[in-house]
T-cell receptor, first 117, second 111 residues
Framework: GAVVSQHPSRVICKSGTSVKIECRSL??????MFWYRQFPKQSLMLMAT?????????EQGVEKDKFLINHASLTLSTLTVTSAHPEDSSFYIC?????????????FGPGTRLTVL | QKEVEQDPGPLSVPEGAIVSLNCTYS??????FMWYRQYSRKGPELLMY????GNKEDGRFTAQVDKSSKYISLFIRDSQPSDSATYLC???????????FGTGTRLQVTL
């Protein structure tokens, strides 16, 4: 159990276009979903926290108008990178959390590699 | 001072060795600690978690917390080449249980 999927796994787009990434918890309902980005040889940087039916909470320095998050249900969250530029090229990873045994377990998706030309 | 610190490595060990991966933290409010394993170009995988007051064993993995010195360890027994990955310790914080990641330690288990 506790599987999180992401789609697409890899995307290449032209500068100025928008890209949507889906994150789904396949076998559990997630209390909260998170979006991270990771640059090569660096750790994960949290971008935003999202709860179903409410606006996402963005970390300092993350532009909410550029990285649109929609959390449509307890099993689906989407991240849209709007007007993408080469500096947005990165590895985007989502996670979904569930409460188990008093601890919030976070399970990560396989990631989406975005390349903006 | 960063909230969570790890030696980035790489740490290279021969197959079968006992590996010790360590993490220090500064926030005494952390109540439990997650250990994740991340293979290259993949999302992190939850290995195990332990509360701030105890140890936990799961197969070849043992997690220990020394609350007095704010030091966390993950031991891997009988290490295998498939254990080669980056290991991240991450305590959840706040009501949203956001994870605070260390830089991770890259482990290489050689044949």
């Amino acid at each position: 159990g506790a599987v999180v999927s992401q789609h697409p796994s890899r995307v290449i787009c032209k500068s100025g276009t928008s890209v949507k990434i889906e994150c789904r918890s396949l076998d559990f309902q997630a209390t909260t979903m998170f979006w991270y980005r990771q640059f090569p040889k660096q750790s994960l940087m949290l971008m935003a926290t999202s709860n179903e039916g409410s606006k996402a909470t963005y970390e300092q320095g993350v532009e909410k108008d550029k990285f649109l998050i929609n959390h449509a249900s307890l099993t689906l969250s989407t991240l849209t990178v709007t007007s993408a530029h080469p500096e947005d090229s990165s590895f985007y990873i989502c996670s979904a959390s569930r409460l188990a045994g008093g601890a919030d377990e976070q399970f990560f998706g396989p990631g989406t590699r975005l390349t903006v030309l | 001072q960063k909230e969570v610190e790890q030696d980035p490595g790489p740490l290279s060990v021969p197959e079968g060795a006992i590996v010790s991966l360590n993490c220090t933290y500064s926030n005494s409010a952390f109540q439990y600690f997650m250990w994740y394993r991340q293979y290259s170009r993949k999302g992190p995988e939850l290995l195990m978690y332990t509360y701030s007051s105890g140890n936990k064993e799961d197969g070849r993995f043992t997690a220990q917390v020394d609350k007095s010195s704010k030091y966390i360890s993950l031991f891997i027994r009988d290490s295998q080449p498939s254990d080669s990955a980056t290991y991240l310790c991450a305590p959840p914080t706040g009501t949203a249980s956001k994870l605070t990641f260390g830089t991770g330690t890259r482990l290489q288990v050689t044949l």
